[in-house]
Nanobody
Framework: QVQLVESGGGSVQSGGSLRLSCAASGDNYSSYCRGWFRQAPGKEREGVARTYLAGVGTYYADSVKGRFTISQDNAKKMVYLQMNSLKPEDTAMYYC???????????????WGQGTQVTVSS
């Protein structure tokens, strides 16, 4: 079992920045891919960024490339999502996830955090 707790969401104006944090605990966390997903009202949940261990194989959704950066502190079991140049269309509930396999946005084994709301106003 893996437990995930997100923090750092909030409201920001277009062009602003936010940093999301995810604290992980539980067994075998190191064996999972780590990532961030989001779900906007009326839309399906989508992958935003994912990475594995020391940043090997970091991937981003096309919509956030160049604006979002995923990072992690393995010693502290923390994963971060730095979001810059935020746009109103980035408004969503953001979820931290630990999952396998790593090479897909649709993993078969996944643990979710409770989510943190990000709202970007124009």
């Amino acid at each position: 079992q893996v437990q995930l707790v997100e923090s750092g969401g909030g409201s920001v104006q277009s062009g602003g920045s936010l940093r999301l944090s995810c604290a992980a605990s539980g067994d075998n966390y190191s064996s999972y891919c780590r990532g961030w997903f989001r779900q906007a009202p009326g839309k399906e949940r989508e992958g935003v960024a994912r990475t594995y261990l020391a940043g090997v194989g970091t991937y981003y959704a096309d919509s956030v490339k160049g604006r979002f950066t995923i990072s992690q502190d393995n010693a502290k079991k923390m994963v971060y999502l730095q979001m810059n140049s935020l746009k109103p269309e980035d408004t969503a509930m953001y979820y931290c996830a630990a999952f396998s396999p790593c090479g897909t946005w649709n993993p078969t084994n996944i643990y979710w955090g409770q989510g943190t709301q990000v709202t970007v106003s124009s």
